[in-house]
């Protein structure tokens, strides 16, 4: 298994370009997640699905648009990039067993720099 | 919502030496709370995770420990190794999946050989 596979691992944009970052996963895990990493921050979560057809925002959703149309897929699309969107972007994805969460398996990120 | 905090941000411990990072969190409704460490270039990977139903956990040379009461969970590592240098998260999260973690500002922990 591949696991959760990123695309692409860095990206160089200007100011006002958009572009997707692509995520897919291949567990059929129903639960997916994008999270940005900034030095000393942490990770934040930006997006999320609990199913296909089913997105919801987290804590920075500015600026960033989701959809997930299949259990694979969940790609991330800056609309008009801006420096501030310079940022590592991580996905991962999860499963539940019952009323258990289970661990979350992140991708190998997307580096992004906004110039 | 969910604030973690994370001490301390640098830590450093000669190689045998245990280690010990801490973390506490405001929302009483978490009830689970994972360790991820990330080496230089690579996504979080999970090392130990935690239930609110469960006081202690160990694997190895690694546990968790979770008081609950005072909303604070810690890692500890013992007989440090060389390769155990990397940056540490801890992070909560609630609910039935694991799709809104949120994660403490991390730990760099280096093991002096």
């Known amino acids: 298994n591949a696991g959760v596979t990123q695309t692409p691992k860095f990206q160089v944009l200007k100011t006002g370009q958009s572009m997707t970052l692509q995520c897919a996963q291949d567990?059929?895990?129903?639960?997916m997640s994008w999270y940005r990493q900034d030095p000393g921050m942490g990770l934040r979560l930006i997006h999320y699905?609990?199913?296909?057809?089913?997105?919801d925002q987290g804590e920075v959703p500015n600026g960033y648009n989701v959809s997930r149309s299949t259990t694979e897929d969940f790609p991330l699309r800056l609309l008009s990039a801006a420096p501030s969107q310079t940022s590592v972007y991580f996905c991962?994805?999860?499963?539940?067993?019952?009323?258990?969460?289970?661990?979350?398996?992140f991708g190998q990120g997307t580096r992004l720099t906004v110039v | 919502g969910e604030n973690v905090e994370q001490h301390p941000s640098t830590l450093s411990v000669q190689e045998g030496d245990s280690a010990v990072i801490k973390c506490t969190y405001s929302?009483?409704?978490?009830?689970?709370f994972p360790w991820y460490k990330q080496e230089l270039g690579k996504g979080p990977q999970l090392i130990i995770d935690?239930?609110?139903?469960?006081g202690e956990k160990k694997d190895q040379r690694i546990a968790v420990t979770l008081n609950k009461t005072a909303k604070h969970f810690s890692l500890h590592i013992t007989e440090t190794q060389p390769e155990d240098s990397a940056v540490y998260f801890c992070?909560?999260?609630?609910?039935?999946?694991?799709?809104?973690?949120?994660f403490g500002t991390g730990t760099r922990l280096t093991i002096i050989p």
């Open positions: 991962a994805s999860s499963y539940s067993i019952g009323a258990r969460n289970t661990e979350a398996f």
């Open positions: 567990m059929n895990h129903e639960y």
């Open positions: 699905s609990v199913g296909a057809g089913i997105t």
């Open positions: 929302d009483s409704a978490s009830n689970y």
């Open positions: 935690i239930r609110s139903n469960v």
């Open positions: 992070a909560a999260s609630m609910g039935f999946g694991n799709e809104k973690l949120t």
